[in-house]
């Protein structure tokens, strides 16, 4: 048996789907590891890695998580973390390396220590119709105009690292975008937007969902049908005003309406109708099992659970990603999309209500449903990664600032 090392940033949506792979490896007899930071230790250990914390504790999103301060950001960190990853790596002695497409010091950590590596993709995969958030471009190199501090802290850890380490064959730039010989990617064919376009290094293995410990404290005895389910996901503070328009907009249409208020207090939200169960945290993945319906973010490891349980969703995206993962929603008859500022409570509630009424809603989330599954979802990923680990890279890690196909 092998032993397979992950690394990743501190992300819910990020980490979340790697668990289920982590524990298929390991029910396998392989050996795993896993960096990341103190926030993850518990769910990953309940996986069955050894857990080996950053430097540092909890890495903290740069203020505000735009391209050009989360490049700075990636690179700094590379910095700070790899003297301690590459001696915990050097003890442990992976035969495979499992980075994060944004986890700069997993793909250099596999460089310096000749290790082949696999990279993760949890959102969708860039191509010339879905483009990374951190490539060369005009936007970018404007933003680190204004911002010379910013770039002045990207050059110098860029710097370091070309000094230091074996960066030959990475990214400059697109540090969000770090592909390998083998792509796993947490979404199916199907639901990727341009995957004609990608090369065969990327496997769709469809959305990443396992079994995960039974949250005792989530009252589900008292959730009534239809359950209705909202939320703004666990990145940043959601506005309480919002959520609370959410909740008073859904309240007439469901028995239990549970909405999800990630970091911020669920009593900012003020006093809410009867049938609404306000908490911070929520066993997502259980709730979407019962629910009629999902009024998201549209972040993709969320909108990819509620499209492996088939529940249409009402997508209220707020920035990164999310209006193109809103857009393949509604193009592929899954759900509607709406403008966060349009968010009125009687528009949401009648946008709600024809999700509710109109058959062809679930029927398209039903569609999606079953591509999601049919992708083989962990026990794919960790058969692509077995095969690999008998196979070998067929080449070298392709610079993201080159091009290429994909």
């Known amino acids: ?154 050059l110098w850890s860029h710097r370091e690292l070309r000094r230091r380490y074996d960066t030959h064959g990475l990214p400059l730039v697109d540090l969000g975008n770090i592909r390998q010989p083998l792509n796993l990617v947490y979404t199916s064919r199907a639901f990727q937007v341009g995957a004609q376009d990608l090369d065969r290094s990327y496997r769709f293995v469809g959305p990443s969902i396992g079994a995960r410990p039974a949250d005792r404290s989530f009252p589900a005895d008292r959730l009534r049908d239809p359950v209705l389910y909202a939320s703004l996901g666990t990145v940043f503070n959601a506005d309480p005003r919002l959520l609370s328009r959410f909740a008073t907009a859904l309240a007439p249409l469901g028995g239990t309406v549970v909405v999800a208020t990630g970091r911020t207090d669920p009593a900012a ?38 499209l492996y349980a088939g529940v249409p969703m009402l997508v209220v995206p707020q920035g990164a990603d999310q209006p193109l993962v809103a857009r393949r929603v509604v193009e592929l008859g899954a759900g509607l999309s709406m403008r966060v500022e349009d968010a009125e409570v009687m528009v949401v509630r009648a946008l709600a209500q024809r999700l509710l009424d109109d058959p062809r809603f679930r029927a398209g989330a039903a569609t999606v449903r079953a591509a999601q599954r049919a992708a083989g979802g962990y026990r794919r990923a960790a058969d692509e990664l077995e095969q690999y680990l008998r196979s070998g890279p067929a080449s070298r890690p392709v610079s993201a600032d080159l091009p290429s196909r994909g």
């Open 269 to 306: 939200l003020g006093p809410l109708p009867g049938n609404v169960l306000a908490r911070r945290w929520v066993p997502q993945p259980q709730v979407l099992a019962r629910a009629a319906l999902f009024l998201t973010h549209g972040g993709m490891n969320s909108v990819n659970e509620a």
């Open 1 to 154: 048996m092998s032993t397979v090392a992950f690394l990743n940033i501190a992300m819910h949506g990020r980490v979340n789907p790697t668990l289920p792979v982590v524990a298929e490896l390991v029910r396998r007899g392989h050996t795993v590891t896993y960096h990341t930071s103190p926030a993850f230790r518990d769910e990953i250990t309940a996986a069955g890695a050894t857990v080996h914390l950053y430097s540092g504790g909890d890495q903290p999103l740069p203020d505000p998580p735009i391209p050009v301060t989360l490049l700075a950001g990636l690179a700094r960190t590379a910095v700070r973390v790899l003297p301690a990853v590459l001696a915990d790596l050097r003890r442990a002695g992976p035969d495979l390396i499992v980075h994060d497409a944004a986890c700069l010091w997993g793909a250099v950590a596999a460089r310096e220590l000749g290790v082949p590596a696999a990279s993760s993709f949890t959102t969708f995969a860039f191509n010339r119709q879905v483009p990374s958030p951190t490539r060369a471009s005009r936007g970018l190199l404007a933003a680190a105009a204004v911002r010379p501090g910013t770039l002045r802290d990207y």
